[in-house]
């Protein structure tokens, strides 16, 4: 366990240092996309999961999605190359690992979008991550959360699971707020 927190925090303090002098939005998503790799550590997708590319989805990604691109477009999860789509519509999206619901204005638009995304992947074997505090009493499975400079996030557990995806116990201890 000591081990896990150290190499996040290591990594962390990689990009903050890549970061000087950038904004401190762009800082903040680059935290967040070291976040969303090091979720693939912990969570297991089912065998029919681990062929073709590891897709991580956007669904409404603006600013998020060239830094998304940046640190994960030469990254590997097992043996798959990480693919980065974008989705213009809850409508439109297709199979993926993981779907990002992304730079909304408000909460209500996060809500609505986070709703038709839940909708559209149903039970899939998609990790459902948001950018909005509490959202995971909505569905999501995981959401980012903000205190003073700190990026964390919270989980749904039951969220996780509905989506036939297997948990370790690590990210739940990584997690300053666990719902069942």
Known sequence: MIKIKLLLIAWLQIIVF?????DKQSSDYKYKAVFIYNFTKYINWPANYKTGNFVVGVLGGGQFLPVLNEMLGTKMVGSQ?????????AKDVGR?????VSDQKTNDQAIQ????????IGTNSTLLITEDEGLIRS????????KGDKITFEMNKSAVVKNKLQLSVGL????ANVIE
């Open 172 to 175: 739940e201890r990584l997690a």
């Open 139 to 146: 569905g999501a499975a995981i959401s980012f959360l903000k």
């Open 96 to 100: 993926c690992h993981i779907l990002i």
């Open 81 to 89: 190359k990480i693919e980065v789509k974008v989705f213009a519509a």
């Open 18 to 22: 890549q970061s000087n002098g950038q």
């Open 113 to 120: 979008l986070l709703r038709g995304a839940i909708e559209k």
